[in-house]
Every structure is written in C-alpha cells, then in structure tokens.
C-alpha cells in the first residue's frame, strides 16, 4: 500500500488548524504529522518526524512570517513547501520563490486544489495559481520579457543552470559544488547573467525566470 504523504503544517489560528486536518484526511494519503504556531517548536517537530512538505500559513502569520520562513527552510533546505499567501503578499513572491517554496495556495482556492498543490511539489513540480501566472505574465516592462528562442541565443547553458539554481534558493557556495566550480566562479556567472539580461538582482532573475518558463 502506497504511504500517506507527511504533512507539517505552521498555522497560528487553531480554528483554520481545525479544518486543514478535516481537509487533508488519510483517506486521501495525506497524513498531518506535526502541527504548530511556534517556530522553534515546530523545527523540533519536523527534526523527530520528518514531513514530505511543510504547509506555511503566510496569511495568518503575527508579524515576521517571511523570517520565520527563511529559518525553517534554511534549517530544513530540502522540504518542499506550500505557502497559502495571497495577492496582497506580492512584493513578497519573488522572494518566496528563491528561497525554495514550490506551491502557491490562494484563499480563494478548494481544496482539491490544496491537495492537488500537496501532490505536485512533493513530487519534484511546482504549483502556481491562475491568478499569479497571470501577475507574472504582467508584472515587468516589456522590454524585461525575452521569448524562449532569444534566451537560447543570450545565455549559455551553463547560465542558464545557474539561474534555475539562484531560483532554489541555493548560495553562490552549494551552486558551485553541483555543479563542480568554485563560489568566485559562480559569482563571475551571475555578474554575467546580470548584465545580459540588463538585471538589477536576484529577485529580477527569478522574476525572469517565471517568464521564460525556467521555473515553473
């Protein structure tokens, strides 16, 4: 029999607590593991029973979720996460993003959805929104959006490993021991990447990312 997928969910309100674990039952392979409001507790959890996924509630957060973001998942690097966060959070998206979170769960989504977001991540895809690919698709100048073919034709392949890799979140030292180089040279590409594509920063590579499809 196929085992339940493990679940860790950091959510602050108990009575949302309450219908994410009537949401995401065993019937449907999905087995919540470890459930909490606080950081260091929650990281504690997660380290005696390791999830497949981390649910993050953004949303209801008091206050500093993106840094209690960063901490969980440079404690936790490799964890999938699903973020349920919102429109008003997009300044914050390409941000999230880097740092490693593959799902996007709007608060006008069903549950199918939740789950179908669950499924996806912890098997290696990403789960972006409808209305998010659309923000995506409208967020920068034209002049910022460059088609698949002229990609090819400004980025080597190597650079474009690079990006998708800066896209992870991934520091300029665990880029350069996947793919076998050192961290000065990594900077060297990213300095490249930077001014090939007329970028300012990492959050503007990972924006371009999503347009060209690289990430998604």
């Known amino acids: 029999m196929k085992q339940p997928v493990k679940i860790a969910i950091f959510e602050n309100y108990s009575l949302f607590n309450s219908g994410l674990r009537s949401m995401l039952s065993e019937q449907d392979q999905l087995e919540i593991t470890v459930i909490s409001s606080k950081v260091s507790e929650i990281m504690m959890q997660m380290k005696n029973k390791l ?3 981390l649910l993050f509630d953004i949303l209801h957060s008091d206050g500093g979720g993106s840094n209690t973001l960063k901490k969980i998942i440079r404690k936790f690097p490799d964890l999938p996460v699903v973020l349920m966060t919102s429109m008003q959070f997009s300044d914050c998206f390409a941000e999230h993003v880097k740092l490693g979170v593959r799902g996007f769960v709007f608060p006008n989504e069903t549950p199918d959805d939740l789950k179908q977001a669950i499924r996806k991540v912890t098997s290696g895809s990403n789960y972006i929104p409808n209305e998010m690919q659309k923000w995506l698709k409208d967020i920068s100048p034209a ?9 090819q034709n400004i980025l080597t392949e190597r650079e474009i490993s690079i990006l ?24 060297t590409h990213k300095k490249n990447i930077l001014t090939k594509l007329r970028l300012k920063s990492t959050a503007e590579m990972v924006k371009y990312a999503f347009h060209n499809r690289l990430i998604i």
Do not use: A, N
Request: proline share 6%.
């Open 51 to 53: 999830p497949d996924v």
């Open 164 to 187: 998708k890799l800066f896209c992870q979140g991934l520091t300029y030292k665990e880029i350069g021991k996947q793919l076998f180089i050192s961290p000065r040279t990594v900077e």
């Open 143 to 151: 002049k910022r959006v460059v088609s698949t073919t002229s990609r």
